[in-house]
């Protein structure tokens, strides 16, 4: 024992209390003597603010020299706890601060606990305390700490949990912060949304949407929004379908944000690819599934605009009454409108190449059966007479399946009159010509009309010796024009 000195004016009381406190082992040396009770003792005794404080930051220091499966950790760190409730502030900053260096997790709850205490500098203590020990810890250690944290009566707590579960990024930790959107707390409600960010980020995409997929079945509509739209935001096609079943989902918010979240997904998908996905989606087992896709197939078309939608719909052969959806008209009026607008679906030449079976009385597979109306009845020309300003072409189908109508002309000469020379006799023609409405689905003839040209001039007393033959002229194709589209109809 060191020699102690002490003035002569002591008491003999005091005398004792002074050589107990002169004579007693410092923090410092106690630290380096690695005695963990040493610590304890002067820890948890009257010595002033300081010492005690010094001793908290010297047991942090001697576990985590310790390493954190060392005894001094395991003894120190329920001895910082209870230091956490020390009447001086110093006193408890220091002992999250020595909490923090020991890399155990028992030392998280106490920490987080601090982060409410009502003195700044413990609390900045122990956020640091937190932080350096989350960061020593496996982060599947970590993650289990601060999910149990989550259970906790302090907003404040609960808060720094989640901020935490956000910084270690662990797949299990997706479902309790979606939960935690729920929280009566705001801050606690802001920092579960940015910590689900965060773990968003660090997980492969594939992995979050599972556990996003599986929490769409949860009780409340604040969790089932927030998942729809995380899947939204996490571009996996897997997502669709349950998405769409969300749509018939009973709360509002849920399902405005399946379709937004459907919206996002189909957004950077090739079109005939979304369209196929949908149409396909509407032969699922669940009627929720197909009401869904129904809507949202709807939905996307309109978005995408006209020639978009009706390319999407042909390329995904989803059939005319989903073209019809497209264009925004009634099945019945596809032809008309697909005309009227000059988007092709079919090429004209195989639809024309097809078509020439029925000038010869056969029928035209695949063309469209003729029932007399006023709608428009698509139709193939083939005439000896050029049709004035595209008639042709404004009537033609812009699909084989829209064709109805085969009009075929034929242009023949008929002989009126032969006049006898002293030479070669001249003989005198007048054309005729025959135009024939066939029903392109059977080959039958629906109407015939003949129209006859000018006559030749007649003939002179005195004529050239090298004419032998007069014609008049072809007729006006006018009044044959105005015949046809009795039958034909075509759109304005």
Not at 220 to 244: C, N
Not at 385 to 403: E, I, M, N, Q, S
Not at 463 to 481: D, F, M, W
């Amino acid at each position: 024992m060191p020699a102690c000195r002490f003035p002569r004016s002591l008491t003999v009381g005091a005398v004792v209390v002074a050589l107990l406190a002169a004579c007693a082992p410092s923090v410092e040396s106690t630290q380096k003597n690695g005695d963990v009770q040493g610590l304890v003792g002067v820890l948890g005794s009257d010595a002033s603010m300081q010492t005690r404080a010094d001793a908290a930051t010297a047991l942090g220091r001697l576990g985590a020299d310790g390493g954190p499966a060392s005894t001094a950790a395991a003894e120190a760190v329920d001895h910082l706890a209870v230091a956490l409730t020390d009447a001086e502030a110093t006193v408890r900053a220091a002992a999250a601060g020595g909490l923090g260096g020991l890399g155990l997790g028992r030392g998280a709850p106490p920490l987080l606990t601090a982060l409410d205490d009502e003195v700044a500098e413990v609390r900045q203590a122990a956020r640091q305390g937190l932080v350096t020990l989350l960061g020593d810890l496996d982060d599947q250690t970590a993650n289990g700490v601060l999910i149990d944290a989550l259970d906790g009566n302090s907003a404040t707590v609960r808060a720094a949990a989640a901020e935490g579960l956000g910084d270690v990024g662990q797949e299990t930790a997706i479902l309790p912060l979606l939960q935690l959107l729920d929280d009566p707390a705001t801050e606690v409600q802001d920092a579960a949304a940015a910590a689900l960010n965060d773990v968003g980020k660090r997980l492969p995409a594939a992995d979050v949407a599972g556990v996003l997929i599986d929490a769409l079945d949860g009780d409340s509509a604040t969790v089932r929004a927030a998942a729809a739209e995380g899947l939204g935001d996490g571009g996996q096609e897997t997502a669709i379908l349950p998405l769409l079943q969300l749509l018939d989902d009973p709360a509002t918010e849920v399902k405005d944000a399946a379709a937004s979240g459907l919206t996002a997904l189909l957004a950077p998908l090739a079109d005939s690819t979304a369209v196929n996905t949908l149409f396909n989606a509407m032969t699922n087992d669940s009627m929720s599934v197909q009401k869904g896709a129904n809507a949202t197939l709807r939905q996307f078309l309109a978005g995408i605009g006209l020639e978009r939608a009706v390319t999407a719909v042909t390329a995904a052969k989803a059939g005319d009454a989903w073209l019809a959806v497209a264009l925004g008209v009634p099945q019945a009026k596809i032809a008309a409108e697909t005309r009227r607008l000059g988007i092709q679906l079919e090429p004209p030449e195989a639809i024309e190449a097809a078509a020439r079976a029925a000038r010869n009385g056969k029928r035209v597979t695949g063309a469209h059966k003729y029932v007399a109306s006023a709608a428009f009845h698509p139709a193939v020309l083939f005439t000896a007479t050029k049709l004035p300003g595209g008639t042709a072409g404004r009537w033609a189908p812009t699909a084989l399946r829209f064709l109805e109508i085969v009009v075929t002309q034929r242009v023949t000469w008929q002989k009126i009159e032969v006049c006898p020379y002293n030479g070669p006799s001249i003989t005198r023609f007048r054309a005729v010509s025959t135009v024939r409405v066939i029903s392109a689905a059977t080959g039958k003839v629906v109407a015939q009309r003949t129209y006859k040209g000018a006559a030749p001039r007649a003939c002179r007393r005195s004529e050239p010796y090298s004419l032998t033959v007069l014609r008049g002229s072809t007729p006006k194709i006018a009044p044959a024009i105005t015949w046809l589209k009795s039958f034909i109809h075509p759109p304005a």
